[in-house]
């Protein structure tokens, strides 16, 4: 079976570095994804990774491992907006997202 | 520039009616995708269109759901005489496809309580 594991809860202080981990078992992999959501809300788009390596993007950074099946999100300077569930997403090989369920992020000041 | 926009945001209905949901995708989007999502869960995949042609609907799908993108513009998800498992999250993405993989953007979603 298709398999993406995430931790169910984190929490990071204000203005600390935090990494969150996804780990997959997928048939075939296309690309792995990273949405942010805040409660109540619609999943909106962080980052995607084909390649092995780490993707750059302001505050966010990703990291892809694909023999290890492995990614991590990394956010630094973390700031009270930040607050939200994390969701790692990876499409197969019929190219379909396949998602985690999630990790909730809880920024303390 | 709109984003995706659906309709409406919060439905709430007595169990065995129908109910309909509207999607409008970012307008040069080719594709579009239907998911449903409970609390502490991410989006199940429900169905998903490229242009006006259903290409592919969950095997976990009841018969009482129902999408269409008639022009292969906005699209609609109908549930019939819905249950109180229904209650959920419905969310919709669109992309624009450039070869297969591509990134999906989301509308707000409609959040539907079953009574």
């Known amino acids: 079976g298709q398999n993406i594991d995430q931790p169910t809860e984190m929490t990071a202080t204000e203005g600390a570095i935090v990494q969150i981990n996804c780990t997959y078992q997928?048939?075939?992999?296309?690309?792995l994804f990273w949405y942010q959501q805040h409660a109540g809300e619609a999943p909106t788009f962080l980052s995607y990774n084909v390649l092995d390596g780490l993707e750059e993007k302001g505050r966010f950074s990703s990291f892809l491992s694909r023999s290890k099946g492995y990614s991590y999100l990394l956010l630094k300077e973390l700031q009270m907006k930040d607050s939200a569930s994390y969701l790692c997403a990876v499409m197969d090989s019929n190219y379909q997202l396949i998602w985690g369920a999630g990790t909730k992020l809880i920024i303390k000041p | 520039d709109t984003g995706v926009s659906q309709d409406p945001r919060h439905k709430i209905t007595k169990r065995g009616q129908n109910v309909t949901f509207r999607c409008d995708p970012i307008s040069e989007h080719n594709r579009l995708y239907w998911y449903r999502q409970t609390l502490g869960q991410g989006p199940e995949f429900l169905t998903y269109f490229q242009n006006e042609a259903q290409l592919e609907k969950s095997r976990l799908l009841s018969d009482r759901f129902s999408a269409e993108r008639p022009k292969g513009s906005f699209s609609t998800l109908e549930i019939q005489r819905t249950e109180q498992g229904d209650s959920a999250m419905y969310l919709c993405?669109?992309?624009?496809?450039?070869?297969?993989?591509?990134?999906?953007?989301f509308g707000p979603g409609t959040r539907l309580t079953v009574l």
């Open positions: 997928t048939s075939g992999f296309n690309g």
């Open positions: 993405a669109s992309s624009f496809s450039q070869g297969h993989t591509d990134t999906q953007y």
